[in-house]
């Protein structure tokens, strides 16, 4: 498996053998040889041939191939979670549990939402005219993903994308690109048609800037992080394409002097260890009542100290390795500049050793003392890492929580409703939760605010930001001489 276009699987243009990476233990998955431009343009040039007979598909029809495709992925459950595992070292109770069930629900909700094409208006506005509105695909659309959820971002993608009647060519990430070549021939085998959903595997600068850049590609889906974003904006601007960015986030967790405070200490440690904190939603600064302060800390590090780390493969570990070694060691590199710089570590700060020592492993890291301006408050650090910082007032909370560029998500622990009510209103994120850090759903819209970009997955809200509205207007009067005309001339 290499590329898959127009229906089938082939070897990538470049020559350039990659090899996909267990990060638990550095063995290789399987090599495939990366694409190029030259993959990219047929990709391409597949999806427009695709594009006129999936287009005008009864939503009926695009909806039943959905379904069937909800079906396959459900029957292929065990082997697409095997395989996100050992690609991206997520342990087996998470792929199992949460990215193949959820990319399985995604597929039936999008399988319904194929026949909820609405235009919203029908009437005459001008008193002489019929005006309505039709929501129409874009044409062939170009999505990048990342490594972080390789299977759900895949689905995130192209999902809204083909049930809205578009086709799409996806570059996924160079790193874990085997469970969307899997998606797609799932696509296939579900019937949808050869060229509606393609994937080219290759590098971001190289199939991914082909991609961008190419001019029967009308559409732009980009998830990743925000400098990458800026770069994918400013090329699509060139032939000015519909831009959607779902970048990167740093998602505070607020604790109130009245919370539950064994309820957040739990939300902490599952919120910022979900998939070994790479999780652009990840609870990442934890601001805490100064009341309570050493109570949370005392609960999440010996929580912490207690995460079983281990075999992805195997159902008793809690936390496995990040993707690679190179995430590892960028992981490792925020922790040792915040201590440089005065920060303590808690517990975790390095790697474990023995029989784990082999892979990209990093132990769940908590950092208190670090400075609200410092590195590693403002920036992603992607890993299994929480800073806490303490605070006095409701208003502090609130400023702090929004004092860096990133606005994807939050959460807000209180029993008190009117606070609760405020931490919604006052926190600038396109997710805020209450009492609660992660969860997710199919119906609901997941996307940023401020550099965390625009643009939302999942839900009816992504379902239309794959189309364009038409307003077609139609004279009903059958009159030659309208009075509009007497504007231009007098006849
Ligand atoms: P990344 O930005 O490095 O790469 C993302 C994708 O872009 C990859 O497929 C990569 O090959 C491609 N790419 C890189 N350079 C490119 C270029 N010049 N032109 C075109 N494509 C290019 O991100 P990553 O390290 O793979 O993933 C982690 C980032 O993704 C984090 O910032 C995380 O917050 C973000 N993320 C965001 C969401 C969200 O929904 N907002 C979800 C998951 C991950």
Request: one cysteine or more.
């Amino acid at each position: 498996m290499h590329q898959y276009i127009g229906g089938g699987l082939r070897t990538g243009s470049s020559g350039v053998v990659h090899h996909v990476t267990n990060p638990a233990d550095g063995t290789t998955v399987t090599d495939l040889v990366l694409g190029d431009e030259r993959d990219a343009d047929q990709a391409v040039a597949a999806a427009r041939a695709a594009y006129p007979e999936w287009s005008r598909a009864a939503p009926v029809e695009r909806s039943a191939a959905l379904h069937r495709l909800a079906g396959i992925l459900d029957q292929r459950a065990r082997e697409f979670a095997e395989t996100e595992s050992r690609q991206a070292g997520k342990p087996i109770r998470l792929t199992t549990g949460f990215d193949v069930p959820g990319t399985v629900d995604n597929t039936a909700f999008f399988a319904g939402a194929a026949r909820h094409l609405e235009g919203r208006a029908c009437a005459e506005y001008s008193g002489d005219h019929t005006s309505a509105i039709r929501r129409e695909p874009i044409g062939v659309v170009a999505s990048i993903a990342p490594w972080n959820y390789p299977l759900q971002m895949a689905a995130w993608k192209i999902l809204p994308a083909v049930a809205a009647g578009n086709t799409i060519v996806l570059k996924p990430a160079e790193i874990t690109p085997l469970t969307a070549l899997m998606f797609a021939q799932a696509c296939t085998d579900a019937g949808i048609p050869d060229g509606v959903v393609n994937v080219v595997t290759g590098r971001g600068p190289v199939a991914g800037e082909a991609l961008l850049a190419h001019p029967d590609v009308r559409m732009v889906s980009f998830t990743g992080s925000t400098p990458v974003g800026r770069r994918v904006m400013e090329i699509a601007s060139r032939t000015v394409k519909r831009v959607h960015l779902e970048l990167g986030g740093k998602a505070p967790f607020v604790v109130f002097d009245d919370a539950d405070l064994e309820a957040a200490v739990h939300g902490a440690v599952a919120g910022s260890l979900i998939n070994t904190g790479q999780d652009c939603t990840a609870a990442t600064r934890a601001y805490v009542h100064r009341s309570r302060f050493e109570e949370f800390v005392a609960g999440v590090a010996d929580l912490y100290a207690s995460v079983k780390l281990g075999d992805p493969m195997d159902p008793a570990t809690d936390l496995g390795p990040l993707v690679s070694h190179k995430q590892r060691d960028s992981v490792a590199g925020f922790v040792e500049r915040a201590r440089t710089h005065g920060a303590e570590i808690v517990v975790g700060g390095q790697a474990p050793g023995g029989g784990l020592a082999a892979g990209a492993y990093y132990r769940p890291t908590l950092v208190t003392g670090a400075a609200q301006d410092s590195e590693i408050v403002q920036d992603e650090v992607f890993g299994p890492v929480l800073a806490v910082l303490p605070f006095d007032t409701d208003d502090e909370a609130f400023t702090l929580a929004n004092d860096t560029p990133y606005g994807l998500a939050a959460s807000a622990w209180t029993r008190d409703h009117h606070r609760a009510l405020r931490a919604v209103r006052e926190i600038a994120a396109g997710c805020v939760w209450i009492n609660d850090h992660i969860p997710i759903i199919s119906e609901m819209p997941h996307g940023g605010y401020k550099a965390s970009g625009f643009g939302k997955d999942m839900s009816s809200y992504s379902f239309e930001e794959y189309t364009q509205v038409k307003h077609a207007m139609h004279d009903i009067t059958g009159v030659a001489r309208k009075p509009w005309h007497r504007t231009i001339f007098e006849l």
